[in-house]
């Protein structure tokens, strides 16, 4: 019996579990990432959408050399949170170059057009800021707008971690409340929601989030809320089961004795020695979550462009896997692979740790 059980050495069993530790490295990179993303990444602004078209759909390791001019119209500087937040406005105009010289008050330049192709291009110098040059190595090359995929890749950790968290943190709400409810108090309240229950499982999942985006409308905030009313039912059902095992021990006959109150009962002695499994299942709904993300981006109904979403990115570059080009869709699938492999590792490690199946 795992109740009163001592969680002391939790931490170092969960470290033998080499599963467990290889997805929590992950997942803590993963992190490490969305938090720092606009700080590291080559392209910092906004949404990682800085489109050079006449570098589109280039291979990883490109590399060119850039004419940087100051924009006329020049924003207010970000602080550093926005920074973090947001990423901040590009201050200048970028045009890829092959070579260059400065004539008396201008610049000549021999801009790129395409492989092999170039446009002589003389401007006027206007003041000493007027422009810079620079170079740009893209390691995973760029899309088909021209876009760093790197930076889309990195930028797009926050969406994934974002929907997976708070679709987790929705289905636990829904999921746990009506578990402990029809567990605890049986009888027609049981019936009621298990009818519920039931409903919403015959429903398919893609086909409930397609009906639940198509009332909240698409959008960034949208599809987060979509996925997790789709992910609580096995919370609710796997809550329930666990909450009949428990309810006729020795411990809450203690309580009702005492003349505690049923939410007492329910919350400050039944659900702190449930929590077990309902962990286990937290990080299947979290891989779960990132799968439908991706997939309702992939088909159009997910987060929206420019967000730099894996499976958005997925979508806009299929086309090149059976072409010259299979890298701009082929790194955010695996991106999303390993994330959802972490956070199925954990899970595994958390089960074997918690040893849930004996508790369940």
């Known amino acids: 019996m795992h109740i009163g059980k001592s969680n002391t050495g939790f931490g170092k069993r969960l470290y033998k579990n080499k599963g467990a530790v290889i997805g929590l490295i992950l997942i803590f990179v993963s992190l490490l990432l969305a938090v720092l993303g606009y700080l590291i990444v080559p392209d910092n602004s906004p949404s990682a959408n800085r489109m050079i078209a006449e570098i589109g759909s280039k291979k990883p390791g490109f590399s060119t050399t850039f004419l940087q001019l100051k924009r006329e119209q020049q924003k207010q500087d970000a602080t550093f949170f926005e920074k973090l937040i947001n990423g901040k406005e590009d201050s200048y105009t970028l045009i890829p170059i092959t070579s260059h010289q400065i004539k008396g008050d201008s610049i000549v330049f021999q801009k790129f057009v395409d492989d092999g192709i170039t446009e002589r291009v003389s401007l006027k110098i206007l003041g000493?800021?007027?422009?810079?040059?620079?170079?740009?190595?893209?390691?995973?090359?760029?899309?088909?707008?021209?876009?760093?995929?790197?930076?889309?890749?990195?930028?797009?950790?926050?969406?994934?971690?974002?929907?997976?968290?708070?679709?987790?943190?929705?289905?636990?709400?829904?999921?746990?409340?009506?578990?402990?409810?029809?567990?605890?108090?049986?009888?027609?309240?049981?019936?009621?929601?298990?009818?519920?229950?039931?409903?919403?499982?015959?429903?398919?999942?893609?086909?409930?989030?397609?009906?639940?985006?198509?009332?909240?409308?698409?959008?960034?905030?949208?599809?987060?809320?979509?996925?997790?009313?789709?992910?609580?039912?096995?919370?609710?059902?796997?809550?329930?089961?666990?909450?009949?095992?428990?309810?006729?021990?020795?411990?809450?006959?203690?309580?009702?004795a005492l003349g505690y109150s049923n939410g007492r009962i329910i919350f400050r002695h039944i659900l702190p020695n449930i929590l077990g499994p309902v962990m286990v299942i937290a990080a299947s709904n979290f891989a779960s979550?990132?799968?439908?993300?991706?997939?309702?981006?992939?088909?159009?109904?997910?987060?929206?462009?420019?967000?730099?979403?894996?499976?958005?990115?997925?979508?806009?570059?299929?086309?090149?896997?059976?072409?010259?080009?299979?890298?701009?869709?082929?790194?955010?699938?695996?991106?999303?692979?390993?994330?959802?492999?972490?956070?199925?590792?954990?899970?595994?490690?958390?089960?074997?740790?918690?040893?849930?199946?004996?508790?369940?």
Do not use: C
């Open 289 to 360: 979550a990132i799968v439908i993300e991706a997939g309702l981006s992939f088909l159009g109904v997910g987060v929206q462009p420019p967000k730099p979403s894996w499976g958005l990115m997925i979508k806009e570059n299929y086309n090149f896997i059976i072409t010259h080009n299979p890298t701009l869709a082929l790194v955010p699938g695996i991106a999303i692979m390993l994330l959802v492999l972490a956070f199925n590792l954990l899970g595994n490690g958390l089960r074997d740790v918690l040893n849930v199946r004996s508790k369940t």
């Open 128 to 256: 000493k800021d007027f422009y810079k040059i620079t170079s740009q190595k893209f390691y995973l090359g760029t899309d088909k707008f021209g876009r760093d995929i790197l930076s889309r890749l990195i930028i797009g950790v926050r969406i994934s971690l974002s929907v997976g968290l708070i679709a987790v943190l929705i289905s636990l709400t829904i999921g746990i409340l009506l578990g402990l409810l029809a567990g605890y108090f049986k009888g027609w309240v049981d019936n009621l929601i298990m009818w519920f229950i039931n409903v919403i499982w015959s429903i398919p999942t893609l086909l409930l989030v397609f009906a639940i985006t198509l009332v909240l409308g698409k959008g960034f905030w949208q599809v987060f809320i979509a996925v997790g009313l789709t992910m609580w039912v096995n919370v609710a059902r796997l809550v329930r089961g666990q909450v009949m095992a428990v309810r006729e021990l020795e411990y809450v006959e203690a309580t009702r």
